[in-house]
């Protein structure tokens, strides 16, 4: 079956460390793949976007990794903050307009 | 408004009750997406509109549920007979939509409205 498995595990790390979140995606060949933010009480908010012929994408202190042999995708913030402590969501599109997400994950900055 | 806007942010109905969601999308916003959010879990797809139409509806679990979008811009989410199991964040998205290229066409989230079922 088709599956995007995000790790169900908040993390916790330190302010000024990275944190690398994990999107796994097994029976599906998309042609990208979107990250969002999620905060409490909130709708996602956009992120960042993969495209398959993209090894790495940045964004500030954001980055993208997509393996499409692995089928995964790594989210990187580095020198991380309190306020980015959010749940994170990984998204793909498996065709046509239907946008299919993961469970997220939630990651704690401690001051 | 700059944002997408859902009303009522909260809904409590009773078992069986007919229930009524409000999206704005953002204003010249030709795509429209519903999504329900259980809790620790991801936005769960329902149903695309393009313009007035529904290009993609089967992300709708049954025939309780229904959303027209009669103008183009906003949209209601219609729900028979409501049940505990429909008890959740329902969230609201729009896009620039036909003529943006499907990679950037990027979703504007709505803050949704919290549905609990009694």
């Known amino acids: 079956s088709q599956k995007i498995e995000q790790n169900s595990e908040a993390l916790n790390i330190q302010e000024g460390k990275t944190a690398t979140l994990t999107c796994n995606y097994t029976?599906?060949?998309?042609?990208?793949l979107q990250w969002y933010r999620q905060d409490p009480g909130r709708g996602p908010v956009f992120l960042l976007l993969i495209r398959e012929n993209e090894k790495e994408k940045r964004k500030e202190r954001l980055k993208v990794t997509f393996d499409t042999t692995l089928k995964q995708s790594l989210f990187h913030i580095t020198a991380s903050q309190p306020a980015d402590s959010a749940t994170y969501l990984c998204a793909l599109e498996p065709g046509g307009f239907k946008t299919i997400f993961g469970a997220g994950t939630r990651l704690f900055v401690k001051a | 408004g700059a944002g997408v806007s859902q009303t009522p942010s909260n809904k409590v109905t009773e078992k069986g009750k007919y229930v009524e969601l409000r999206c704005d999308p953002i204003s010249g916003h030709t795509a429209l997406y519903w999504y329900r959010q259980s809790l620790g879990q991801g936005p769960e797809f329902l149903i695309y509109f393009q313009g007035t139409g529904a290009a993609d509806d089967s992300g709708l679990p049954n025939d309780r549920f229904f959303a027209v979008r009669p103008e183009g811009s906003v949209s209601t989410l219609k729900i028979q007979r409501t049940e505990r199991g429909d008890s959740a964040v329902y969230l609201c998205?729009?896009?620039?939509?036909?003529?943006?290229?499907?990679?950037?066409?990027?979703?504007?989230f709505g803050p949704g409205t919290r549905l609990t079922v009694l």
């Open positions: 998205a729009s896009s620039q939509g036909q003529g943006a290229a499907l990679s950037t066409d990027t979703q504007y």
């Open positions: 029976n599906y060949s998309p042609a990208y």
